[in-house]
């Protein structure tokens, strides 16, 4: 068969299973959650039975930790929310004066107001309160999916306490597979790991300054930055965005400027400076291979899909690269840190 149609088909195949697998993200995207979740955890219950715990004893109390770190996030989620939309329809007359300053400003440096007209309609700020109120039915909505998460986490887990007979049944007849996937829970629970400590050390970094900034509701904002930190290259931004314009509107612009700023060298230090020294190239994925999966796993999967990108393209390539000698090319394109030319 010549190769251009071996290419042809490989790609229109790849792009019906992406397809398929955005078609199905209800399912994909929860399932493959528990099971990092499990992941990350699975090291307490496996020391418990190794100090002389049943293993029913240890499995429960999995499952306990997971839910109780779900039922937490969820929690402080619920409260945070429920504070901002006591917070935020307050500064709707102070949106509308930014907005007309903002006008005149405009205008005075030769921009005509006509023309941001449409854009400028679509800001009613009179209308926060029920910006608010729809937030929080999304936020109550979520309530069905954290079920269907919890139902999920319940059989992961219950199914973790045979992973490992799981593996050694796939080393005896296929050792490449059984190592990739190895490396993958290996990695991904090195990358939770790091991602999780600093990304805390942020938060609370962020949520100090803020603090000291008296921008309104610092801990919502240090949580965000907290979760934000699992989306590679541009969680950062998402993370800055909401206190920032909550600071201009509290503040003014001075206060606007000194978030941006607080929060550019907190990050910088913590991520680009001391991250880097721990984690290295542990995960082995390079930057621009780190933002193309962030772009791919966002667009099949939605929000949970950027959260997931790095474990999802590990176990991608788990699967279909590091299973194959032939496929070892791919590694060079993808990884922190090409091989030398002649290595293995």
């Known amino acids: ?13 790849a792009v019906i299973l992406l397809a398929g697998m955005s078609i199905a993200s209800w399912l994909i995207g929860p399932l493959f959650l528990a099971m990092v979740m499990v992941i990350a955890l699975s090291p307490v219950p496996r020391w418990l039975r190794g100090h002389g715990v049943p293993s029913w004893a240890a499995t429960t109390l999995l499952i306990l930790l997971v839910y ?24 709707a007359a102070r949106a509308n004066d930014l907005l007309a300053s903002v006008t005149a400003f ?10 941001l007209r449409p854009a ?34 319940l059989f992961v887990s219950i199914e973790a306490t045979t992973a490992r007979k799981r593996q050694l049944a796939i080393a005896a007849d296929r050792p490449a597979l059984s190592a990739a996937l ?27 300054g803020l603090v000291i900034l008296d921008v309104p509701l610092p801990v919502l904002w240090g949580l965000l930055s907290f979760m934000t ?7 950062f931004i998402l993370g800055l965005v909401p206190p920032a314009l909550l600071a201009l509107l509290d503040g003014g612009w001075p206060r606007l400027i000194a978030v941006v700023v607080v929060y550019c060298v907190l ?4 991520q680009s400076v001391i991250q880097p020294r721990f984690v290295g190239g542990a995960v082995g994925l390079s930057t621009i291979a780190t933002f193309v999966s962030l772009v791919l796993w966002g667009w099949i999967l939605g929000p949970l899909g950027a959260i997931l990108a790095v474990p999802l393209t590990l176990l991608a390539k788990a699967l279909l690269v590091d299973v194959d000698p032939r ?5 060079a394109l993808m990884g922190s840190h090409p091989p030398e030319p002649g290595d293995g």
């Open 327 to 331: 496929a070892r090319w791919v590694d």
């Open 229 to 235: 930190n699992y989306i590679p290259n541009i969680g």
């Open 182 to 208: 190895s490396s993958f829970v290996r990695n991904t629970r090195r990358y939770l790991l790091m991602t999780t400590l600093f990304g805390f050390i942020v938060a609370v970094l962020d949520t100090l």
């Open 68 to 91: 109780a770190l779900v039922a937490a996030l969820v929690l402080v989620l619920v409260v945070s929310v429920a504070q901002l939309a006591t917070v935020l329809p307050t500064y």
């Open 1 to 13: 068969m010549p190769r251009a149609l071996i290419l042809l088909i490989g790609g229109a195949s």
């Open 106 to 115: 405009l205008s005075r440096h030769g921009i005509d107001p006509a023309r």
């Open 267 to 270: 990050n910088f230090v913590v």
């Open 120 to 153: 400028t309609d679509q800001l009613d700020f009179g209308k926060l309160a029920g910006y608010v109120e729809t937030l929080l039915g999304a936020v109550t909505s979520v309530g069905t999916g954290v079920l269907f998460l919890l139902s999920l986490l």
